[in-house]
């Protein structure tokens, strides 16, 4: 499995925006995915989660503010993210365990300015 994000970049606060993480591979295997984060000094933390059956689980620091989903025709999981605050500048992953083994994107920064 491969999973390749996109869609970082900076933001003010009070901005949106979406990321993107298309999966290629043993895709018809993958159950859920997820985004992480890992901001500076910090250890990484799960943001948000969306299983097959379309149930989401967010962290409650972006409750109400972002918003997982997943396109299967695209296989793609996005993260829209809205309201964003200096706190939530951290290099994001895009996740999912698929039999066992941990896959992981490459990360995208995003950073929210003040």
């Known amino acids: 499995v491969q999973l390749v994000e996109s869609g970082g970049g900076l933001v003010q606060a009070g901005g949106s925006l979406r990321l993107s993480c298309t999966a290629s591979?043993?895709?018809?295997?993958?159950?859920?995915m997820g985004w992480y984060r890992q901001a500076p000094g910090k250890q990484l933390e799960l943001v948000a989660s969306i299983f097959s059956g379309g149930h989401t689980n967010y962290a409650d620091s972006v409750k109400g503010r972002f918003t997982i989903s997943w396109d299967n025709a695209k296989n793609t999981v996005y993260l829209q993210m809205d309201n964003l605050k200096p706190e939530d500048t951290a290099v994001y992953f895009c996740?999912?365990?698929?039999?066992?083994?941990?896959?992981w994107g490459q990360g995208t920064q995003v950073p929210v300015s003040s």
């Open positions: 591979g043993n895709i018809a295997s993958i159950d859920a």
């Open positions: 996740h999912t365990v698929v039999w066992g083994y941990e896959y």
